[in-house]
């Protein structure tokens, strides 16, 4: 018995199965990438734990401005550290602090007193906020930047911040968002968009076939 459909391609059928599995493709292949550019920062951040013991300097302590967290406006506490035995600093991102009702009160920063063990992740700048006019100075401030602080103030500062991540009871609020969030996601939607590229060619195949 002879079937009643023949293998017979239509033009349009196969133009857009064409485009259609070439995005899913090109999709999925960036989703591939944004998710091993995620892995690899993550291992790169994980090399980069480091340590120290000093003296906070709580009069240099700078609060970068609009912070949030869970949706509440904040600051970020930035704390020269002195290094113990010897007259170098390394600026350290403390933490997260609520900022108070009114933007016209500080809040109030609770700085341990004497040497403590400071132990985070060493990253090279501070990350930049979009500033509007000439650079801050004061304790409220958009950015920061390593060398320029160190000139204001005459600190000696090593070209680092320490982000950090150990627990010392001052009230702040160390939730940093992890390097590699979102992973998961990157590879889902990736194995989402190469089947959306195999489904194209399945009903590109589907359509050739035409009643005789």
Known sequence: MRSGYSFRPRVWALVLAGLAC???????????????????????????????????L???????????RHGRPGYEVITPLRLADSDEHVLVNRGWIAAPPTRDVLPQVRTPQGEVQVAGIALERLPRALQMGDPS?????????????????????????????????????????????????????????????????????VFSFRKK
């Open 137 to 205: 100075r004061g304790t409220i401030r958009q950015n920061l930047d390593i060398k320029a602080y160190g000139e204001e103030t005459g600190l000696r500062l090593r070209p680092m911040v320490i982000e950090q991540h150990s627990a010392i009871d001052d009230g702040l609020i160390r939730e940093w968002p992890r390097p590699d969030a979102g992973i998961e996601k990157h590879e889902s939607y990736a194995l989402q968009w190469y089947s959306l590229a195999a489904l194209a060619v399945v009903l590109a195949a």
């Open 58 to 68: 709580p009069q240099h302590s700078v609060l970068l401005d609009n912070k949030l």
């Open 22 to 56: 070439a995005a899913g493709i090109a999709l999925g292949h960036w989703q591939t990438r944004r998710a091993e550019q995620k892995k690899a920062l993550g291992a790169e951040l994980a090399a980069k734990q480091i340590a120290a013991r000093g003296t906070f």
